[in-house]
């Protein structure tokens, strides 16, 4: 069975690409375009990931990862921050915000498909190593 991987983001370019990306290495993709929205979908598809950025309108993705971890049915969904800012000070607040890996932009795609496997399998929070 494929795994679910829910992708936020208010880009609808990105969210194609990473739906397009994913979907050809046989991950079953939704998608969210803010994260008010990937907060309801998160609760409705409980997907095996989600891909969330960090910077969009209506609920940007620190405050969304921050409703999902307090909300039991949610809290224990692994979570990818997307960002532009991974370097320096964003680091602390990633990981202040418990996210449980993230993907710095621009996105590779060749390294995409060994950083979802590696995020959701939980080995460690960065990951570009």
Do not use: H, W
């Not at 960090?54 to 921050?81: F, H, K």
């Amino acid at each position: 069975m494929a795994k679910k991987i829910l992708v936020v983001d208010d880009v609808a370019q990105n969210r194609m690409l990473l739906r397009d990306v994913l979907g050809y290495f046989g991950y079953e993709v939704v998608e969210a375009g803010d994260g008010e929205e990937g907060v309801r979908m998160a609760r409705e598809e409980l997907p095996d990931l989600i891909l969330m950025d960090m910077n969009m309108p209506v609920m940007d993705g620190y405050t969304a990862l921050r409703i999902l971890r307090s909300d039991p049915l949610t809290r224990g969904l692994r979570v990818a921050a997307i960002t532009s800012f991974a370097m320096g000070n964003d680091n602390g607040s990633l990981f202040a915000a418990e996210a449980d890996g993230y993907i710095s932009k621009p996105i590779d795609i060749r390294e995409l498909p060994a950083m979802m496997e590696k995020i959701l399998a939980g080995e460690g929070k960065t990951m570009e190593e």
